[in-house]
């Protein structure tokens, strides 16, 4: 390399179509390496959803987690609004819960994370933006309180349980508008 030239590499997990476009004008000579895509769920997850309605969905989600033996889970949602109102219904039901979303500062964000990991908060609810990147190992649960927008996005939710051996369920509330 001269003085003048430079190398520039980006790394993201997903590469959005118009970050594509962008880099192939201004990078010269561009190399785009890919990782296959692992289309297959894990056979350790067992899959299981609820047909209900919207306003059923608070007391469902508090049932299911009520009837375990054992919850140690992540209840994703689509909104930061709605990670804030699960999050106040189960804790009201005396639940160890806390929560994470793209509003809540990150040093915050760690401290519930270190909480979580160390089992003191048993069901963390959590936006997909603000659950990126979290590796927690033993979790027994993922609730799916809102569906994800595709086959994809469910597969990274669901695939948080059922590691390393363990198995693990993913449960899905799902109402009439998300039955397609």
Known sequence: C????????????????????????YMKNQIIIEAKKKKEVSSLVT??????KQTEKPETLRSIIALQDFFYGIVFCKTKSD????????????????CIHGDIPQNRREKILQKFKNQYITVLVATDVAARGIDVDNLSHVIN????????SYTHRTGRTGRAGNKGEAISLVTSGEAR
């Open 47 to 52: 899959h299981s959803f609820y047909k209900v």
């Open 2 to 25: 001269s003085a003048l030239s430079k190398n520039v590499y980006l790394f993201s997990a997903t590469m959005p179509e118009r970050i594509k476009q962008l880099s192939q004008k």
């Open 83 to 98: 990670v804030e109102e699960v999050t106040k219904v189960l804790r009201s039901n005396g639940l160890k819960v806390d």
């Open 145 to 152: 309180y809102n569906l994800p927008e595709d086959v994809e």
